[in-house]
């Protein structure tokens, strides 16, 4: 959306960071689902009972992909209906769209004044708004937090939010309150503002980095960096790139190498076109010989390529050939894979088959089920056991959210339970 274009974070999508548990982990204290009927969007409850009657044009949740839609021809309501961002509300009020203004409706149904010309979504606890050209937030009761008073937003993490004002950048506090006062040309988030007490900002053509205390903490000197890791950051100076310790001292020396963050003690480097990795001393754990890799995970392996031939690397710096070509981790120890040209749940630490799924189309496992599709394009549900607990009777699907799913057949779009029953569904044709 406008208001975070200029701020990109780190992030996982759904199916990557699932567990496949059989129930949601948690259930917020609300959740209320978004329905379209004559292209007027309300929400219903978890129970399908109605919650805010569709009313609305246009829905946060929906915004995003407005504009792919709503040209001629391409406004179906089922379309519409199913596209990604359409997912569970969470939070106390929502945002909706009547006319051109924007405002916020509770779980009662009842209106917030429409004053905003653009609203986002909420993220710890605060949801982006614009009035005119300028953005702030508001809580999830509806009130401003924030002063509408900035250029430009970018969403809150760890409870701090970039800021910028007649192109100069700063961050700000839940409360609205300057952490770092707005005076440098651009200040680079990823999944958090700081790391290691520094965040990267640039001035003057030049990237240093501040501390949470608002101050300068390292000099803008370098031609290019990346955030903190593990209490080190990646600089770069005439062309060559070393690493740094938070105090701004050079701990590895700079060479002619491409170098990433480092992850698990390790970081991963690309000379000409080959990848390696170093230790936090700079030694190589592996000298760059693959392809292609990836970065270090918490269960200490990395991906990594020879041609085309996929494997991982341990701490030591070992290669493993890859058995399997994992679609999804479930947990430490289970995974959905790809074994011989087939889908299957597999041990992860030898690829050892449990048992196959005879699907050609797999999705992801949701708070425990996955959606296939058979021959006739129809679609259904099937448990870790490859049972057939939803019968294949859909033809659009999308996943589990909060116990219930998006789904639609010829004439009807709505949301069913884990026993493929409609908790609310409405005719479009």
């Not at 310790?245 to 698990?264: C, K, L, N, Y």
């Not at 493993?320 to 947990?331: A, F, G, K, T």
């Not at 425990?368 to 006739?376: C, E, K, N, T």
Request: charged residues 25%.
């Amino acid at each position: 959306m406008v208001a975070t274009s200029l701020f990109f974070g780190d992030s996982l999508t759904r199916a990557q960071s699932s567990n496949g548990s059989a129930e949601p982990a948690h259930l917020p204290p609300a959740a209320f689902y978004p329905i379209l009927v004559q292209k007027r969007w309300g929400f219903v409850d978890r129970s399908g009972r109605l919650a805010v009657p569709p009313r609305f044009e246009r829905t946060v949740a929906a915004e995003a992909d407005w504009e792919a839609t709503s040209h001629p021809g391409r406004q179906k309501t089922d379309e519409l209906f199913m596209t990604p961002s359409v997912v569970a509300e969470t939070t106390a009020v929502m945002g909706v769209r009547a006319g051109r203004s924007w405002g916020f409706v509770d779980h009662q149904g009842q209106l917030l004044p429409l004053r905003f010309d653009q609203v986002g979504a909420f993220r710890e606890g605060l949801a982006p708004v614009r009035q005119g050209e300028h953005w702030g937030f508001v809580r999830s009761n509806g009130t401003i937090a924030v002063p509408v008073m900035f250029d430009q937003v970018g969403d809150f993490l760890g409870g701090l939010a970039v800021v910028s004002q007649e192109s100069r950048y700063g961050v700000v506090d839940s409360e609205g309150n300057f952490v770092v006062k707005m005076r440098f040309e651009s200040i680079q988030p990823a999944d958090s503002v700081f790391y290691d007490n520094r965040a990267l900002f640039t001035l003057f053509d030049k990237k240093g980095y501040a501390s949470r205390a608002g101050t300068i903490a390292i000099p803008p000197l370098f031609e290019g960096a990346l955030p903190f890791s593990e209490g080190l950051a990646a600089v770069t100076q005439s062309g060559r790139t070393g690493y740094i310790d938070t105090t701004g001292r050079m701990v590895i020396e700079p060479r002619p190498w491409t170098a990433a963050r480092f992850s698990r003690g390790r970081a991963m480097v690309i000379m000409g076109e080959k990848c390696g990795f170093i230790d936090r001393s700079g030694a190589y754990v592996v000298r760059p010989v693959f392809t292609d890799a990836k970065a270090f995970t918490p269960d200490d392996r990395a991906e990594a390529w020879r041609g085309s031939v996929k494997g991982w690397i341990d701490l030591a710096g070992r290669w493993h050939q890859s058995r399997i070509d994992e679609l999804q981790r479930l947990d430490d120890s289970l995974s959905v894979a790809v074994i011989d040209g087939r889908r299957a749940l597999v041990r992860r630490a030898t690829g050892e088959k449990i048992r196959e799924y005879p699907w050609e189309v797999l999705g992801p496992f949701e708070e425990g089920l996955a959606h296939v599709r058979g021959a006739d394009d129809r679609w259904g549900f099937i448990d870790l056991d490859g049972r057939i607990v939803i019968p294949l009777r859909f033809r659009q699907v999308a996943s589990f959210d909060h116990g219930l799913c998006k789904a639609t057949t010829r004439d009807t779009l709505g949301y069913i339970d884990r026993s493929g029953a409609w908790i609310w569904s409405n005719r479009f044709r």
